[in-house]
Antibody, heavy 118, light 109 residues
């Protein structure tokens, strides 16, 4: 069974940092592209970042570029999102999401809540 | 345009058919995937590619595309289909799946 389990969310003050993790199991993590997608409270889905299988190709949404860093450790079957200089508008549930060429995002974690507030 | 636009809300009588549309320039080049999201849950892939369903998705869900518009049709809507639905596509560069639609709330009456 494919499982993606996010962790690392919490309450942080504006300007602070958090590191999200996503533990993958039930599939060959190293051969899949991965994404982070977020959802502000009561709002729609927003793509945040993408990383290729090997980690050599990375993309970010303009809203997080220069503040967030995506990475992965294929030996540990883990995906990460380092979030710095957090703003109130970064508040939301962050999902780890597996991408397949044919179908797009075909698996999602349960999400981890990030709250940026003083 | 680098956006995907959906109607905010639609309603459908139980057992009837509803179509949800998604418009955007990138859809002229790339297929949309469709996701169902119920309150408090992660999104669930229901349609991808030209008109494919993942295992376990009922065949009352179908997809189509024409020009800059992708559509998701629920034929014979059930109470459990009440949810938010989002389309998703690659951005115009094709580099990543950076475009999500604005979302459509489907209410089953």
């Amino acid at each position: 069974e494919v499982q993606l389990v996010e962790s690392g969310g919490g309450l942080v003050q504006p300007g602070g940092s958090l590191r999200l993790s996503c533990a993958a199991s039930g599939f060959g993590f190293s051969v899949y592209e991965m994404n982070w997608v977020r959802q502000a409270p009561g709002k729609g889905l927003e793509w945040v970042s993408y990383i290729s299988e090997s980690g050599t190709t990375i993309y970010y949404a303009d809203s997080v570029k220069g503040r967030f860093t995506i990475s992965r450790d294929n030996a540990k079957n883990s995906l990460y999102l380092q979030m710095n200089n957090l703003r109130a508008e970064d508040t939301g549930v962050y999902y780890c999401a597996r991408e397949v060429v044919v179908s797009g995002i075909d698996a999602w974690g349960q999400g981890t809540l990030v709250t940026v507030s003083s | 345009s680098s956006e995907l636009t959906q109607d905010p809300a639609v309603s459908v009588a139980l057992g009837q058919t509803v179509r949800i549309t998604c418009q955007g320039d990138s859809l002229r080049s790339y297929f949309a995937s469709w996701y169902q999201q119920k309150p408090g849950q992660a999104p669930l892939l229901v349609i991808f590619g030209q008109n494919s369903r993942p295992s376990g998705i009922p065949d009352r869900f179908s997809g189509s595309s024409s020009g800059n518009t992708a559509s998701l049709t629920i034929t014979g809507a059930q109470a459990e289909d009440e949810a938010d639905y989002y389309c998703n596509s690659r951005d115009i560069s094709g580099n990543h799946l950076g475009l999500f639609g604005t979302g459509t709330k489907v209410t089953v009456l």
